[in-house]
């Protein structure tokens, strides 16, 4: 009986040994699986191109109105608004009323030019024989001259209503506004504008910081957001020597050959300026962690002395491909974290993926 008894006290004996040591051994494989493991990879820095983008809207390079010298009733219009025009071209006619009376004055003046003419011959005549005097002569003489002039003024009034009366345009443009129908008199307004577009302009604002390092003679890559990716070329042509006071910002006028005239007044354009290079750590996109609801941005760093991560807000440069250029929050030569992100905190333990 005690034998028995015996027995069955050290069978429980062992199995409470094995229910224990089973139930350390799971403890200890439960600890293990909660280290997460993390693939890291080294950063260095790179000379990065200092590239910044800006807005613009294209603006003509020139703009051209097309007026009436004197108030006239429009006969008609030969262009429409939008439409592409040639330097020389016929755009507007206008009602010559006014032809019939300069051409008048002017038959008028040349009528008394031919009598003064004649009398200022007469004087001369009776001089050379000793009927007249020098002072008859020289007052025939001024009359002579008035004449010619009043002449020349009525040629002149007649040929400018006769050119008022078929506006050309001076140069080769789009037509960017009309301002009349026929049948309207003209008054204040111009009748068309014309802008020309070749070449073609934007015009940005730099910052102070910024205003240092740009100068005439400089390249501007463009991208019209019409034309999607298709790449434009400009050419810094003036940087305006004032301040804006309310955006503490500088003009810079950047033009654009546009050969082809493809790009037109009011386009929306972004405009991108290198301004030198600098020297920052550059670390893979996957290693960046935004933080939500905020604008924030982190990278997990790998500390080997300790086997642990911190959590490092970071600032943001140019995306680089499938990098990014890091102002701040790095330094050259840290771990960071590329993947495994979702399991770590700051301060947390992990294992590196060999």
Do not use: W
Request: hydrophobic share 40%; proline share 4%; glycine share 8%.
């Amino acid at each position: 009986m005690n034998k028995t008894l015996f027995s069955l006290t050290a069978a429980a004996m062992a199995c409470a040994l094995l229910s224990a040591c089973s139930k350390e051994e799971n403890k200890k494989d439960s600890t293990a699986d909660d280290i997460p493991v993390v693939k890291v990879q080294q950063v260095s820095e790179q000379d990065v191109r200092q590239n910044f983008t800006y807005t613009a809207t294209m603006e003509a390079d020139k703009i051209n109105n097309i007026s009436s010298s004197m108030p006239l009733r429009i006969k008609s219009i030969l262009v429409e608004e939008g439409q592409r025009v040639g330097k020389g071209q016929r755009l507007v006619v206008l009602d010559d009323v006014n032809t019939t009376t300069y051409s008048l004055q002017l038959a008028n003046a040349e009528a008394e030019l031919r009598n003064v003419q004649l009398n200022y011959n007469r004087a001369v005549e009776l001089f050379k024989i000793g009927g007249g005097t020098k002072q008859n002569v020289d007052q025939m003489e001024l009359q002579l001259a008035a004449s010619r002039n009043a002449v020349a003024s009525a040629r002149r009034a007649l040929a400018n209503a006769g050119e008022n009366s078929v506006l050309t345009s001076p140069v080769s443009g789009v037509v960017t506004a009309r301002n009349y129908d026929p049948g309207d008199m003209t008054s204040s307004l111009p009748i068309l504008t014309i802008a020309q577009v070749r070449p073609i302009k934007a015009v940005i604002n730099v910052s102070e910081s910024e205003y240092a390092l740009v100068h005439t003679g400089m390249g501007a890559d463009l991208l019209i957001d019409s034309y999607g990716d298709t790449p434009f070329s400009g050419t810094i042509t003036k940087i305006l020597p004032t301040v804006d006071r309310d955006t503490r910002t500088f003009g810079v006028e950047i033009s654009l050959p546009n050969t082809d005239g493809r790009i037109l007044p009011g386009m929306f354009a972004k405009v991108t300026l290198t301004l030198g290079t600098a020297r920052h750590t550059v670390v893979p996109d996957r290693a960046v962690v935004k933080q939500q609801g905020s604008g924030d941005h982190y990278v997990y760093i790998y500390h080997p002395d300790t086997g642990t991560v911190s959590f490092d807000k970071v600032m943001l440069g140019q995306r680089l491909g499938d990098t990014y250029e890091l102002i701040s929050g790095v330094p050259a030569g840290a771990q960071v974290v590329v993947s495994g992100q979702a399991a770590l905190a700051a301060g947390k333990k992990v294992n590196v993926q060999k």
